[in-house]
């Protein structure tokens, strides 16, 4: 079974400043995705960014990119410019690109954005 | 842009009571999946329905069932309420299976009392 570790379950960040947010993962497939889904106090589960493990480009969604290891088996998330609006849970996902298509999150971390 | 409907919101049962609680996916999406995130837990994977038919099942307790309607939308019935069952319920879709990216409702919080 795949497992998803983040190994900080709290970070902070000055506002406008940069966060990397840590997530390892555990698989024996070779095809799947990864995710970065944040959970701010209303508990909405907004999907941040994604990446296919069959690509070696990072992704990157605006402030929002990915350094995507795929034989270390890492997937960490960077916050750019942070704003006080990225203050939330962030989890890192896995799903598997076989048959087996439910999402594994990891326990989370928590982010807080100093003004 | 449209997204995932969840009813109710808020759900207050008391032990041993039944819920049902509803999921309208995205217009188009064929596949909705079912999550509990229990108190400061990450969430868990209970069941999916790809086109009707159930496609995966998780750790969802045998007194929990659900189904997905000709519509596309969803319900997860709940029985024999426990104080654990509480707990902020997300339903998600997506488009097929092969779509990969799963889109979030806003969840009903269920407390069991």
């Known amino acids: 079974a795949q497992t998803v570790t983040q190994s900080q379950p709290e970070m902070s960040v000055q506002e406008a400043e940069t966060v990397t947010l840590s997530c390892t993962y555990d698989?024996?497939?070779?095809?799947?995705?990864l995710f970065w889904y944040k959970q701010p106090p209303s508990r909405q589960m907004i999907l941040v960014i994604r990446?296919?493990?069959?690509?070696?480009q990072n992704a990157t969604e605006n402030r929002f990119s990915v350094n995507f290891q795929k034989a270390a088996k890492s997937f960490s998330l960077k916050i750019s410019d942070s704003q006080l609006g990225d203050a939330a849970m962030y989890f890192c996902?896995?799903?598997?690109?076989?048959?087996?298509?439910?999402?594994?999150f990891g326990k989370g971390t928590l982010l807080t954005v100093n003004p | 842009a449209a997204g995932v409907i969840q009813s109710p919101r808020h759900l207050i049962k008391e032990k041993r009571e039944t819920a049902t609680l509803k999921c309208y996916p995205i217009?188009?999406?064929?596949?909705v999946y079912w999550y509990q995130q229990g108190p400061g837990q990450d969430p868990q994977f209970l069941i999916s329905?790809?086109?009707?038919?159930?496609?995966d099942k998780g750790s969802i307790p045998d007194r929990f069932s659900a189904q997905q309607f000709s519509d596309y939308h969803s319900e997860l019935n709940m029985s024999s309420l426990e104080l654990g069952d509480s707990a902020l319920y997300f339903c998600?879709?997506?488009?097929?299976?092969?779509?990969?990216?799963?889109?979030f409702g806003p969840g009903t919080r269920l407390t069991v009392t």
């Open positions: 996902a896995y799903r598997s690109g076989g048959s087996n298509y439910k999402l594994t």
């Open positions: 329905f790809y086109e009707k038919m159930q496609s």
């Open positions: 990446q296919e493990a069959y690509k070696q």
């Open positions: 998600a879709s997506s488009l097929g299976t092969v779509s990969y990216e799963q889109y």
């Open positions: 217009p188009r999406h064929d596949t």
């Open positions: 698989t024996s497939e070779s095809d799947y995705y």
